[in-house]
């Protein structure tokens, strides 16, 4: 079993800047791309960024140039680092891993972390 918990969520106003991280543990026998998906109210599931094992990177066009994302493999960590937040990133953001157990891959999900974005 693998286990992601989220953190650094929280409320700040429009403009401001939050970090939330994701920590991977567990059975990880070989992890492989991580990422961020966000559904607000009423809305899907959307993707916001991902990040493989390498460090390549995609990103959604409504966040680019806004928000990075990272990850630390010592730490099974991945980061996402929000800047010039607007009242529509608001939403529940969830990260997930894929984790290769030979030979098939997984992807778990974290619980989600709150994101409350103020006008």
């Known amino acids: 079993q693998v286990q992601l918990v989220e953190s650094g969520g929280g409320l700040v106003q429009a403009g401001g800047s939050l970090r939330v991280s994701c920590a991977a543990s567990?059975?990880?026998?070989?992890?492989?791309?991580m990422g961020w998906y966000r559904q607000a109210p009423g809305k899907q599931r959307e993707l916001v960024a991902g990040?493989?094992?390498?460090?390549?990177?995609n990103y959604a066009d409504s966040v680019k140039g806004r928000f990075t994302i990272s990850r630390d493999n010592a730490k099974n960590t991945v980061y996402l680092q929000m800047n010039g937040l607007k009242p529509e990133d608001t939403a529940n953001y969830y990260c997930?891993?894929?984790?290769?157990?030979?030979?098939?891959?997984?992807?778990?999900w974290g619980q989600g972390t709150q994101v409350t974005v103020s006008s």
């Open positions: 567990g059975s990880i026998v070989r992890l492989n791309d």
């Open positions: 997930y891993a894929v984790v290769g157990i030979s030979p098939r891959e997984y992807v778990y």
């Open positions: 990040i493989t094992t390498g460090g390549s990177t």
